[in-house]
């Protein structure tokens, strides 16, 4: 870097010094600028710099504070029941990253990524074919028309007929909790249309367990589908806690009548044996008393024989 002095050689003074002392010095000092071209250079650089590093923290701050999203499961197309989960799982994606999908095209060519078998087949012609602006179909550019083809094609043929179907026939079974069967219920409602409060709270009734609608009778059955859902999630907890109170008792008792039987058959044990040992050794006594009975007698006889 060049620089230029502003101020030529100080000028020759006649006299004394002392006075011009302090104009000399500072004459002398020379005030440096850079060329200009080359002062815009650095600025350039030193901003472009500046920028550069900003990017990079926000960059890694973005990656330490995003969530980890897991990536959709695959969809081939054979279950039109999965097709609403397949697009849930999407567009968790687009909502832990939006500014990876600001545009319609990247949503389109990331779930087309997720396709297999049968339904990537099916848009496999155009995505061949789409070097050619003038064939290129709308759907590739609009989400929303991209839905609506495979809403069309691999989703269910009356989803609204279907969810009420399902509805119709949603029971929640006795070894079931009502958390499982709130999951499904809300699921089937929100894909219908038209439903009032009484309606749903009518099905919701219909669809649970005899338990818990003998217990409904004595307490009251909520006017509101709200307070029937947690009515019946009070009554489900206590019967399961019952359950688990009751299988802990059983294990109790259980545990208790098991040992019983061995501590008495180990009295019992032991007393045959004790019984066996005195058996024994009363018996080896009478043999030895009679032992010396006999011998007891034999030498009398011998006396006698003898007297005689």
């Keep these: 870097m060049h620089y230029t002095s502003v101020h030529g050689d100080p000028p020759k003074t006649s006299g004394p010094l002392i006075p011009f002392l302090w104009l000399f010095c500072l004459r002398s000092i020379p005030l440096l600028i850079p060329d200009p071209d080359e002062a815009g250079l650095v600025i ?3 901003l472009s710099i500046a920028i550069d590093r900003l990017a990079r923290s926000s960059c890694s701050s973005e990656s330490l504070s995003r969530t980890k999203v897991r990536k959709p499961d695959t969809f081939d197309g054979t279950d039109p029941k999965k097709l609403r989960t397949f697009l849930v799982q999407c567009e968790l994606n687009f909502q832990d990253r939006p500014k990876a999908f600001r545009t319609d095209r990247t949503k389109v060519t990331f779930v087309q990524s997720y396709l297999k078998g049968m339904a990537l087949k099916w848009f496999e ?6 070097g050619d602006p003038l064939n290129c179909p709308i759907w590739m550019t609009d989400w929303e028309e991209f839905i609506i083809e495979l809403q069309t094609t ?8 279907d969810a009420e179907h399902q509805l119709d026939h949603l029971r929640m079974k006795e070894n079931h909790r009502a958390n499982r069967y709130m999951v499904d219920f809300n699921r089937i409602m929100s894909q219908i249309w038209g439903y009032g409060d009484g309606a749903l709270h009518h099905h919701f009734y219909t669809g649970l367990p005899g338990r818990i609608k003998d217990e409904i009778s004595h307490i009251g059955k909520p006017c509101t589908l709200n307070g029937l859902r947690v009515l019946t999630q009070e009554i489900d907890a206590r019967y399961w806690e019952c359950k688990e109170e009751v299988a802990c008792q059983n294990k109790t008792s259980t545990n208790t009548s098991t040992n019983t039987p061995n501590t008495k058959s180990g009295k019992t044990d032991k007393g045959k044996s004790s019984g066996n040992a005195a058996q024994s050794s009363s018996s080896s006594t009478l043999t030895r008393n009679l032992t010396s009975r006999a011998r007891l007698l034999s030498f009398w006889t011998s006396l006698v024989r003898m007297a005689s």
């Design 44 to 46: 350039f650089n030193n």
């Design 125 to 130: 012609p155009d995505l061949l074919g789409a």
């Design 154 to 161: 691999f989703g269910p043929h009356d989803p609204v007929a």
